[in-house]
């Protein structure tokens, strides 16, 4: 199983920053790597698949990088409604794998 | 409007169990795939169980192996799980989900499985 290592586990900014968040795999997962986006209360939404495109919907601050076993979500400049917990997700070996999350707190 | 909506979520006792549903609308409901993903209370995302789009590949988590059943009935435009032997650890919301890059989710169903 790809175990997916997500970095910071907690990020505090401000809005208007910067936020960029690192999501390993413990293998290769080429670019079958998707992230989502939870708010509290809320199910998860799919913002970034195939590592960089953006889903239907998706604002164009956020936007995904990598291949191979390196990734990064980045939102270029954060609204008060971007705090949430972010998960990666891969896709390219079975069982489909989640990190433990980055929470996105406002500081 | 794509939605996909779980319901038959509850309490239930250790050694119990339960049928989830999933309800599809807005999509072919029959040419996709679908999953099941869990989250207990204050953890993250667990993935759970998929069913292709004819039902033909069935896969479980570990975890789950034995326990649960996943089927589906296109006509109905409907995806199932169900979870027999509940343990306290099954405690969670339950959601399906659209294909292994989970482009689409439910709003969940909760799952409490406690004396």
């Known amino acids: 199983e790809i175990v997916l290592t997500q970095s910071p586990a907690t990020l505090s900014l401000s809005p208007g920053e910067r936020a960029t968040l690192s999501c390993r795999a413990s293998?290769?997962?080429?670019?079958?790597l998707a992230w989502h986006q939870q708010k509290p209360g809320q199910a998860p939404r799919l913002l970034i698949f195939?590592?960089?495109n953006r889903a239907t919907g998706i604002p164009a601050r956020f936007s995904g990088s990598g291949s191979g076993t390196d990734f990064t979500l980045t939102i270029s400049s954060l609204e008060p409604e971007d705090f949430a917990v972010y998960y990666c997700?891969?896709?390219?070996?079975?069982?489909?794998?989640f990190g433990q999350g980055t929470k996105l707190e406002i500081k | 409007e794509v939605q996909l909506v779980e319901s038959g979520g509850g309490l239930v006792k250790p050694g119990g169990s339960l049928r989830l549903s999933c309800a599809a609308s807005?999509?072919?409901?029959?040419?996709?795939?679908m999953n099941w993903v869990r989250q207990a209370p204050g953890k993250g995302l667990e993935w759970v169980s998929s069913?292709?789009?004819?039902?033909?590949?069935?896969y479980y988590a570990d975890s789950v192996k034995g326990r649960f059943t996943i089927s589906r009935d296109n006509a109905k435009n409907s995806l199932y799980l169900q979870m027999n032997s509940l343990r306290a650890e099954d405690t969670a919301v339950y959601y399906c989900?659209?294909?292994?890059?989970?482009?689409?989710w439910g709003q969940g169903t909760t799952v409490t499985v406690s004396s």
């Open positions: 989900a659209r294909r292994e890059a989970m482009e689409v």
């Open positions: 807005g999509f072919t409901f029959s040419s996709y795939s």
């Open positions: 069913i292709s789009s004819g039902s033909s590949h069935i």
């Open positions: 293998q290769s997962v080429s670019s079958y």
């Open positions: 195939d590592a960089s």
């Open positions: 997700q891969q896709r390219s070996n079975w069982p489909p794998t």
